[in-house]
């Protein structure tokens, strides 16, 4: 199965500054990757859809000048969290689809802290 | 929009005992997952359900997706301390193929005493 790589896997920033996260594919090539988020007691929640060579997709909700997403090739999607605040503080996660009948394949998230 | 909601939403069993996790959806399920997770760390698959009334186990975990594909339980025979962790279930947001854009429920926490 495919095996995803993100990182890093934690970072603790001043509020104010900008945070990359890095979500990449080993040996699977993504048109797709998801990005999700997780709050302390709460579920998942996806955030944005990267599509490779275009924009992202983003959710209901979610600020796409905030957080940038770029996936400008097939093993390779970033997350920037712009001019991040405490509230940002949280657990991002990337996710690629396997293929037909197969599940969905995680990073192993970063945990973001904003001091 | 399709909602899934988990039950209980913590658990703590003592070190031997069978429990069971529930996951219930407002829609028909495109793909049922299961995942675990431990706090702060990505997710590991467990099990997917595609079909109606389909079950599936692996070492002592059975997985089950009802007739209706509306209602999935996960059951835990004689649980050890390694089962520890937060269960999630997982479900596509449309038919046909993997599902990478998922909607989760809230997760259950189970602890298990030793």
């Known amino acids: 199965g495919a095996v995803v790589s993100q990182h890093p896997s934690w970072v603790i920033c001043k509020s104010g500054t900008s945070v990359k996260i890095e979500c990449r594919s080993l040996d699977f090539q993504a048109t797709t990757m998801f990005w999700y988020r997780q709050f302390p007691k709460q579920s998942l929640m996806l955030m944005a859809t990267s599509n490779e060579g275009s924009k992202a997709t983003y959710e209901q909700g979610v600020e796409k000048d905030k957080f940038l997403i770029n996936h400008a090739s097939l093993t390779l999607s970033t997350l920037t969290v712009t001019s991040a605040h405490p509230e940002d503080s949280s657990f991002y996660i990337c996710?690629?689809?396997?293929?037909?009948?197969?599940?969905?394949?995680f990073g192993q998230g970063t945990r973001l802290t904003v001091v | 929009s399709q909602e899934l909601e988990q039950s209980p939403q913590s658990l703590i069993v003592q070190e031997g005992k069978n429990l069971t996790i529930n996951c219930t959806s407002s829609k028909t399920l495109y793909g049922l997952y299961w995942y675990k997770q431990k706090y702060g760390e990505g997710l590991i698959f467990l099990m997917m359900?595609?079909?109606?009334?389909e079950e599936k186990s692996h070492e002592k975990i059975t997985a089950k997706l009802d007739e209706k594909k509306q209602q999935s339980s996960l059951h835990i025979t004689a649980s050890q301390p390694s089962h520890a962790g937060i269960y999630l279930c997982?479900?596509?947001?449309?038919?046909?193929?993997?599902?990478?854009?998922?909607?989760f429920g809230k997760g259950t926490k189970l602890s298990v005493k030793p």
């Open positions: 997982g479900a596509g947001t449309r038919g046909g193929g993997s599902q990478g854009n998922l909607i």
């Open positions: 996710s690629l689809e396997g293929g037909a009948g197969t599940e969905a394949f």
């Open positions: 359900l595609q079909k109606g009334g």
